[in-house]
């Protein structure tokens, strides 16, 4: 698992029948002091995010446990938002 932040989606029109209801999003990693690590990966959208984000990604066969990537050839899906990223920051490491 990492952390990571939606920075785009993307559009594809043609896609394998089992991502046809699957929404893509560009996911940006996050290093051990929450910050940009500088790379990125596609991720399947299991929960209902939005461009900006703060997410929580799991990767791997983790990547297909929910009922929504079960059946689809994912490797890493947004498996939650995390809503208070910031104020976390802040008491972390005191920035």
């Known amino acids: 698992m990492y952390i ?3 920075i785009g989606n993307v559009v594809s029109v043609a896609k394998i029948k089992q991502l046809e209801s699957a929404r893509l999003y560009i ?3 996050f290093d051990s002091r929450l910050e940009p690590a500088g790379k990125y990966e596609v991720s399947i959208d299991a929960i209902g995010v939005g461009i900006g984000d703060y997410v929580l990604v799991c990767g791997g066969s983790a990547g297909r446990m929910p009922s929504l ?3 689809m050839p994912a490797d890493s899906t ?3 938002r995390i809503d208070d990223f910031k104020k976390f920051r802040e008491e972390y ?3």
């Open 93 to 95: 490491f005191g920035d």
């Open 4 to 6: 990571g932040r939606v």
């Open 78 to 80: 947004i498996m939650a």
């Open 69 to 71: 990537t079960s059946k």
């Open 27 to 29: 996911v940006e990693h």
